[in-house]
């Protein structure tokens, strides 16, 4: 009889644990305060450790690890496709600011992936990133910065489908609910973190929220994004973490997880999660090693100040005439510089071109500035040069980006500017990572621009010729005001003089045509390539794009036979979707085909254009003739363009033909 009873007493025992098993698989709905006896299916380097704390990575190199829910969770189109997740995670890097390439919360048909380590996050590899037969979505904790999935930042959320090149992406903040702001977290701080998606089917939007472990969920999420769910889930999907290491390594930890497919996920007890393990402790091998090292550096410590000393005066060396004793306060040292920009280093570039490249830099005072490097081995005309610098160091106008000073070393000069934090203008009108600017942005910085023009033509003590009017030239400050830039091809002259020159510079698609023929840059010059920017930035497209093998659209003549047609709106960015002031937006088309006459003394001046925009003269009549606009005006303009003298800027492009085909696109 007592064996009888012992066994339906184990019997029992095995149906009761059973039932949160059976509940979880036919659910679709958890929560791990901590994961042990958790239903997961753990690869790679993934552990629990006994405490319950899951561990995707350590501070192994090349790694992934991965941490599944046991079951497929059901995704049917027939009912809702609505989930919610609740999860706190950490990393902890190997060295400051040095980690691993994150975490990625993924929704997957399989837990087996065909998949390589590093940057790909154990999700992808080279030949299959960007299949749409992957059936992925992830979220991903990304806090290195991947040139060749263009991440904006080594510190940045994203939403992948099927592809390591995010949808929208952000850089890690939250918004605090108290003080009703954003505040940067850093992700390998090695803090514990809580992330909260959300997926509403009936909205078809898909909301990512971020915030430290004890602050309760923003207000408001982090990234929001339109997602229709039924084109990327099958019926039956996993749902779990990915982790991985490259060349530098972080632990990766998941503290607790709660997931729900028909609700809202419960909240996890914060108090019931795991800890983190205590910081590495200094292993007694390397304390010996580091002992003799030491007794060895007090042996060679003179020679050594020695050398690091001659070194570092080489390192900084500057090039310094007698003559520049009274440019003194415009002038940087090296050392200052370098600093500013923590040692030139890649992370710090914000723009490159032809004349090298510019860094982002902080100075003790917390004023942050641009540092333009330019190559120049020729000391011929530097105190011609280097007082023109400090000339235009005095122009002021808030449209302008101000030049600060200059530094000089053998073979090289830096050029200071204000650091203007939003970029330049034409990564916003092409760039599928950024926001698009609405109109009322568009007008402002086109006026803004128009005046900081206006000014240098006509409001400071001796004109100023641009002579490189451009979206890449344009910078949008903190308040997103458009500053003209770059004034490295600018030649100063007095009023009183004829303030022309014969070198031909510039980018094509901006060149007045008498440039091309005669090569002397004016005010109306300037006036031209104004044009061809306000039409740049009212079309979104660019002054000329390739439209095939040998046919290009040139925007100048499209928007002339849009305007000809009677339709000149339907030459409008369609990115806007019609938001815009339509008496602006006609404004602006009509004062780009203006400024874009082939006749320069039919342009208006700068003068004149501020006038059109400020609503304080009326347009006059634009002809009807079509010989009279357009870049390509000529068969005379259009053989310079391809067998251009040595001094012209040629495009970047060398598979263009000798015959190019100008194709005027609908409207």
């Excluded at 149906?15 to 994961?35: C, K, R, T, W």
């Excluded at 390594?249 to 497919?261: P, T």
């Excluded at 860094?359 to 023109?388: C, W």
Aim: aromatic residues 10%; negative net charge.
């Amino acid at each position: 009889m007592a064996i009888v009873l012992r066994s339906l007493h184990l019997l029992m025992i095995l149906y009761v644990s059973n039932i949160p098993l059976n509940f979880a698989q036919d659910e679709s709905q958890f929560i791990y305060n901590g994961f042990s006896q958790a239903n997961l299916s753990l690869d790679g380097s993934a552990k629990i450790h006994p405490n319950g704390l899951l561990q995707l990575t350590n501070i192994s190199n090349q790694q992934v690890g991965y941490a599944f829910y046991q079951f497929p969770v059901k995704f049917s189109t027939i009912s809702s496709l609505s989930f919610s997740t609740n999860i706190v995670f950490a990393m902890v890097p190997q060295e400051p600011e040095l980690g691993g390439h994150g975490i990625a919360f993924a929704i997957s048909p399989s837990r087996n992936f065909d998949a390589t380590t590093a940057a790909y996050l154990g999700l992808f590899n080279f030949s299959n990133n960007g299949h749409t037969s992957n059936h992925i979505l992830a979220i991903e904790l990304d806090p290195v910065e991947s040139a060749e999935f263009e991440d904006i930042d080594n510190n940045h959320v994203g939403i992948d489908v099927n592809d390591l090149r995010s949808l929208e992406s952000a850089p890690a903040t939250y918004y605090s609910n108290d003080e009703r702001r954003n505040i940067s977290l850093e992700l390998i701080s090695g803090n514990p973190m809580q992330l909260w998606i959300d997926y509403d089917e009936a909205e078809k939007l898909l909301n990512v929220t971020l915030a430290p472990i004890r602050t309760p969920k923003p207000n408001w999420p982090l990234l929001s994004r339109p997602i229709n769910l039924s084109e990327i889930v099958l019926e039956s999907m996993y749902v779990g973490f990915s982790a991985s290491t490259g060349t530098v390594a972080s632990d990766h930890y998941i503290l607790g997880w709660s997931f729900n497919k028909s609700g809202q996920a419960q909240s996890l007890d914060i108090s019931r999660l795991p800890t983190l393990p205590p910081g590495r402790k200094q292993k007694e091998k390397r304390i010996v090693v580091i002992r003799a090292l030491l007794i060895v550096v007090v042996v060679v410590l003179i020679t050594i100040t020695g050398a690091a000393y001659y070194f570092r005066r080489k390192k900084f060396e500057e090039v310094r005439e007698e003559w520049e004793s009274e440019y003194g306060t415009h002038r940087f040292s090296y050392n200052s510089l370098y600093k500013a920009t923590k040692g030139f280093k890649a992370k710090e570039i914000i723009g490159e071109g032809g004349f090298g490249k510019v860094y982002r830099g902080t100075l003790p005072s917390n004023e942050q500035i641009a540092v333009k490097r330019v190559s120049h081995d020729s000391q011929q005309g530097m105190k011609e040069f280097v007082a023109e610098i400090i000339s235009m160091g005095r122009l002021r106008h808030r449209n302008l980006v101000r030049l600060l000073g200059y530094c000089r070393r053998k073979g090289e000069l830096l050029l200071i500017y204000d650091y203007m934090p939003h970029g330049s203008l034409d990564r916003f009108l092409y760039s599928n990572g950024r926001r698009h600017l609405n109109w009322l942005q568009r007008f402002q910085i086109l006026r803004g621009v128009a005046s900081g023009l206006l000014y240098l033509h006509e409001g400071w003590e001796q004109i100023v010729i641009h002579r490189d009017i451009k979206a890449g030239n344009v910078l949008l400050d903190n308040e997103m005001n458009g500053r003209l830039g770059d004034f490295g091809l600018a030649r100063l002259y007095d009023h009183d003089t004829n303030s022309q020159t014969t070198l031909v510079a510039g980018t094509v698609g901006y060149l007045a045509p008498e440039l091309t023929r005669t090569g002397r840059a004016t005010t109306y010059t300037d006036v031209y390539a104004f044009g061809a920017f306000m039409l740049e930035v009212a079309c979104g497209r660019r002054p000329i794009e390739r439209m095939g093998m040998s046919e290009e659209l040139v925007l100048v003549d499209w928007v002339f036979e849009c305007w000809s047609k009677g339709d000149i709106l339907g030459a409008s960015d369609p990115r806007l979707e019609g938001n815009y002031v339509v008496e602006e937006m006609v404004l602006v088309l009509k004062i780009g085909l203006l400024c874009s006459h082939v006749n320069p003394a039919a342009r208006p001046s700068m003068r004149r254009v501020m006038q059109f925009l400020n609503g304080d003269a009326d347009l006059p009549n634009i002809p009807y003739d079509s010989a009279s606009f357009g870049t390509f005006s000529s068969s005379e303009t259009l053989d310079f363009l391809w067998s251009p003298p040595s001094s012209f800027v040629q495009s970047s492009d060398p598979s263009m033909s000798s015959t190019v085909s100008i194709l005027k696109g609908g409207c």
